[in-house]
């Protein structure tokens, strides 16, 4: 079945500096899901991209299909961005399988 | 207020006994799902339901179930609890089936003694 991977596992930066967050997937997949989840736990979508470049707000997601993976690009980091950033790759009338998370901390 | 609803926010129970939890959505989204984060805060889906199809996660046992009595209500029964089933559940819907832009609720935490 589909595997996920995403990395780093951890990563710390300063206000300001960008992010770049990196998941491979083990098939070929047509939905790609980048999530957030915060500190106290709750979990909210933020960007669907099963292919190309995609922008909302200061997120860039670039998914190459066919070299099965995707990244999550966060410009000018915020503290209100540190929580967990999940990946999750399916095909439509199946299951999405979740990665194991990025965890960011974003340091004043 | 238009959000995804999910009660009880934490529950307690042994091994062995039937418990439910419900979710409600008043997105007016035709889809609905259900995850399970284990405490070391790996996702899995376990369920997506419209009104046309149910997907079932093939690894979730059969003691899990979903109930949905229409498309704003997606709630879940395990009929005997295990240990293992200790987790957050979380509920999100959807407007659509391909699962863009899910909006999820604040969670079901289960502690199984």
Not at chain 2, 3 to 20: D, I, K, L, M, R
Not at chain 2, 82 to 108: H, I, K, M, N, R
């Amino acid at each position: 079945g589909q595997q996920v991977q995403q990395s780093p596992a951890s990563l710390v930066l300063q206000e300001g500096e960008n992010a770049e967050l990196q998941c491979n997937f083990s098939s070929t997949a047509t939905q790609l899901q980048w999530f957030y989840q915060s500190p106290g736990g709750s979990l909210v979508s933020l960007l669907s991209n099963p292919s190309g470049t995609k922008h909302t707000g200061r997120l860039t997601s670039t998914t190459v299909t066919k070299e099965r993976r995707s990244s999550l690009h966060i410009s000018s980091s915020q503290t209100t961005d540190s929580g967990t950033y999940l990946c999750a790759s399916g095909n439509s009338g199946t299951y999405q399988r979740f990665g194991t998370g990025t965890k960011l901390q974003v340091v004043p | 207020e238009t959000a995804v609803f999910q009660t009880p926010n934490y529950h307690v129970t042994q091994v062995g006994n039937e418990v439910s939890f419900n979710c409600k959505q008043t997105l007016g989204h035709d889809t609905m799902y259900w995850y399970k984060q284990d405490s070391k805060k790996l996702l899995k889906i376990m369920f997506s339901y419209n009104n046309k199809q149910l997907i079932v996660n093939e690894t979730v046992p059969r003691r899990f179930s979903p109930q949905s009595s229409d498309k704003a209500h997606l709630n879940l029964r395990i009929k005997s609890v295990e240990p293992e089933d200790s987790a957050v559940y979380l509920c999100a819907s959807s407007f659509d089936w391909d699962q863009d832009t899910q909006y999820f609720g604040p969670g079901t935490r289960l502690l199984v003694l």
